[in-house]
C-alpha cells in the first residue's frame, strides 16, 4: 500500500521459511501476494459465495456469504495489519483462507458432520481449511494443495491460537506430520502462536462477523434496533447517531451505527497490541512466537462488552426460530447425504467414489465427509433432491 518501513516484528515475504515444494520465486509478486492470489483462484474460495454465513446462501441478495465474510474479514485484517507496520499482504491472505473448510450451512453444516465423523477421526472446520490448502485444492500438476508459504498454512492452522494441547483430539491428528520430526518435512511449531499477521486476521474475523450479524439481523427482521438500544456496544453507538443526525431513517442508522462500531473496534485493538508489544517488550518474529499470550487482541472492557454482545447475538439471532428451522432442514440434508453415500459410495462423483470403495469405513467415512464439506449450500440441496426424489426425470 504504501512505503512505510515494515515493524521489527513483522513477517518479511522475502525471509518466508520457504514452501513445501520448491518453486522459484516470482518475478512480479512477493510470495505472500502470489499465496492470496492462489487462493483467489481456488475452486473451494468460490464455492464460499454459496455457503451460509448465518442465513442460507439462497434466502436473500443482501445477507453475508462466506465469501462476503471472508473479504470484509480480509479488508479489516489488512487495515489492522497497515496501522501496525505489518505485512498487509500476508494478514490478507490468511483471512481469505480462514473459512476454506467451513461445510455447506456452516455451523449447522459442521454440527452434523461432527456427529457423522464421531467414529472416524472427527470434524473440525479449522482443520478442514487446512486440509484443503494443504491436500484437497487439485490444481498444480506437481503437487496436492496450494503449496503455500510456511507462515500462511501457519497463520491458517493456528486460526484459533497455537495448538499443541488439541493434538490428540482426533480430528487434529491430520496435523500430527507437521510437527517436528514430522514426516512432511516441514515443522509449523504447533504450540507456538502464529505471526502478528496471522493474529490480525483472526481478530478481524471478530470485528466482521459481530457487525455484520448485527446489520443483516436487522435487516431480516430477527432484531430490531429498538433491541439493540440495551446492547453494550451497538446501544451507545445507535444514541451517538442519532444524536449527530436526529432525523435520520432507520436504515441509515443501522448502517452509521455499525460502520462506526467496526471503527470502534479496529481503534481498540490497534491500542490494546501496541500496549501489549511494548509491555512484553516484543521486538522480533520469534518474540511473537514464544511470547506468553497473543498479541492483536480486544482490551479487557472490550472483551466484557463483545461477550454481552455475543451472548445477544447468539440468543436472538443464530437460534432464532426461523434460523433454527433451516438449520434443522440443513442437518436432515447432510445425515441423510452421509448416510446414502457411506451405504453406496459409487452414486458420488469418481474422485469420491474411487477412494471411498474401500472396506475401510473410516477411510470411505473420511471421503464421503470431504465430498460433502466442499459442497455449497445450492449443490448440497440440489443433489439431494436428486437422490431423495423418485421423480426420475430430475437430471444432474
Ligand atoms: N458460533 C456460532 N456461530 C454461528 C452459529 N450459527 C451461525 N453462526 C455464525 C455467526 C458468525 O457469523 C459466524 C461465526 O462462525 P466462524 O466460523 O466465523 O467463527 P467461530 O468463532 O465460530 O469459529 P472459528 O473462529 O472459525 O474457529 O457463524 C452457531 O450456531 N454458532
Not at 472416524?120 to 484437497?136: A, K, M, Y
Not at 497463520?155 to 480430528?171: F, Q, T, Y
Not at 510437527?179 to 499477521?197: H, I, V
Request: glycine content about 4%.
Amino acid at each position: 500500500m504504501s512505503q512505510t518501513p515494515l515493524a521489527p516484528y513483522a513477517e518479511r515475504a522475502d525471509l518466508t521459511k520457504g514452501r513445501r515444494f520448491f518453486e522459484p520465486p516470482s518475478r512480479t509478486r512477493t510470495a505472500f501476494a502470489r499465496d492470496r492470489d492462489r487462493i483467489i483462484h481456488a475452486t473451494a474460495f468460490r464455492r464460499l459465495k454459496e455457503k451460509t454465513q448465518v442465513f442460507v446462501a439462497h434466502e436473500g441478495d443482501h445477507y453475508r456469504t462466506r465469501l462476503t465474510h471472508s473479504l470484509e474479514v480480509a479488508q479489516i485484517a489488512r487495515s489492522l495489519a497497515h496501522a501496525l507496520r505489518l505485512d498487509d499482504d500476508l494478514a490478507e491472505t490468511v483471512a481469505l483462507a480462514h473459512d476454506l473448510g467451513h461445510p455447506p450451512f456452516a455451523h449447522a453444516g459442521e454440527d452434523e458432520l461432527v456427529i457423522q465423523m464421531t467414529d472416524h477421526g472427527g470434524f473440525d472446520h479449522n482443520v478442514q481449511s487446512f486440509r484443503v490448502v494443504t491436500e484437497l485444492e487439485n490444481r498444480y500438476p506437481q503437487f496436492d494443495g496450494l503449496n503455500l508459504s510456511w507462515e500462511t498454512v501457519e497463520g491458517v492452522i493456528k486460526h484459533n491460537g497455537p495448538v499443541s494441547h488439541r493434538l490428540d483430539e482426533p480430528a487434529w491428528s491430520v496435523v500430527r506430520p507437521y510437527r517436528t520430526g514430522g514426516e512432511a518435512g516441514w515443522d509449523l511449531r504447533l504450540g507456538t502462536f502464529a505471526s502478528l499477521e496471522a493474529q490480525c486476521a483472526a481478530i478481524a474475523d471478530d470485528i466482521a462477523y459481530n457487525n455484520h450479524d448485527v446489520d443483516d439481523g436487522v435487516q431480516a427482521g430477527l432484531i430490531t434496533l429498538q433491541d439493540l438500544d440495551q446492547v453494550p456496544l451497538i446501544g451507545p453507538m445507535l444514541a451517538e447517531v442519532r444524536r449527530d443526525w436526529p432525523a435520520i431513517d432507520d436504515r441509515m442508522l443501522r448502517i452509521e451505527a455499525v460502520r462506526r462500531m467496526i471503527g470502534v473496534m479496529v481503534e481498540d485493538v490497534l491500542a490494546e497490541t501496541a500496549r501489549r508489544l511494548e509491555e512484553d517488550r516484543i521486538g522480533s518474529t520469534e518474540d511473537v512466537r514464544t511470547a506468553t499470550r497473543t498479541m492483536v487482541d480486544f482490551s479487557r472492557s472490550m472483551h466484557a462488552d463483545l461477550a454481552v454482545l455475543r451472548k445477544f447475538l447468539f440468543e436472538r439471532m443464530y437460534r432464532h426460530y426461523r434460523v433454527n428451522r433451516t438449520r434443522s432442514q440443513a442437518r436432515r440434508v447432510l445425515s441423510q447425504l452421509f448416510e446414502l453415500f457411506m451405504a453406496e459410495p459409487e452414486v458420488m462423483p469418481p474422485e469420491w467414489a474411487v477412494p471411498a470403495a474401500t472396506e475401510d469405513r473410516t477411510q470411505r467415512a473420511r471421503a464421503v465427509c470431504d465430498y460433502i464439506a466442499g459442497m455449497t449450500d445450492r449443490y448440497a440441496i440440489e443433489v439431494h433432491q436428486k437422490l431423495f426424489s423418485l421423480d426420475l426425470a430430475l437430471d444432474l
